[in-house]
C-alpha cells in the first residue's frame, strides 16, 4: 500500500522474532487519523491542516481499534489557525501516539 516493505510490515515471524506480536501497521498510517479528527470533527470542514509534530509511541497491529482524541489548546485569531492536542488511544485505553497539530480555519 504504501511502498514501505520493511519486514516489520509484511513479514509475520520477522516481527515476532523481534519481540513484537505480529506484523506492526504502517505508523503513518495509523496517524492519518489525526487528518479524520481535523477535516471531519474538529475544526470540521473549514480546516486546513498545515502542520503535524507526531510522536508513535507504541505498535499499533492488524485488528487493533483505535479511537483518536483531540482538543483545541490555542486560538489564533489574527493568523486564522487553531492548535490542537490529539492522541491515539487503542481500545484498552493506552496511547499509541501523540500530535500536536497546527490547523487553519477558513471562514
Known amino acids: ?62 485488528g487493533d481499534c483505535l479511537t483518536v482524541k483531540g482538543k483545541i489548546i490555542e486560538i489564533n485569531e489574527p493568523l486564522k489557525r487553531v492548535t490542537i492536542k490529539a492522541r491515539i488511544l487503542r481500545d484498552n485505553g493506552e496511547t499509541v501516539s501523540r500530535a500536536t497539530l497546527e490547523v487553519g480555519v477558513a471562514e
Do not use: N
Not at 38 to 57: C, D, N, R, S
Open 1 to 62: 500500500m504504501t511502498g514501505d516493505i520493511s519486514p516489520i510490515h509484511v513479514d509475520e515471524t520477522y516481527a515476532i522474532e523481534r519481540g513484537y506480536r505480529g506484523k506492526v501497521c504502517y505508523g503513518m498510517l495509523t496517524s492519518a487519523l489525526y487528518s479524520t479528527l481535523v477535516g471531519v470533527y474538529l475544526p470540521g470542514k473549514y480546516a486546513l491542516f498545515q502542520e503535524a509534530h507526531i510522536f508513535m509511541t507504541k505498535p499499533v497491529y492488524i
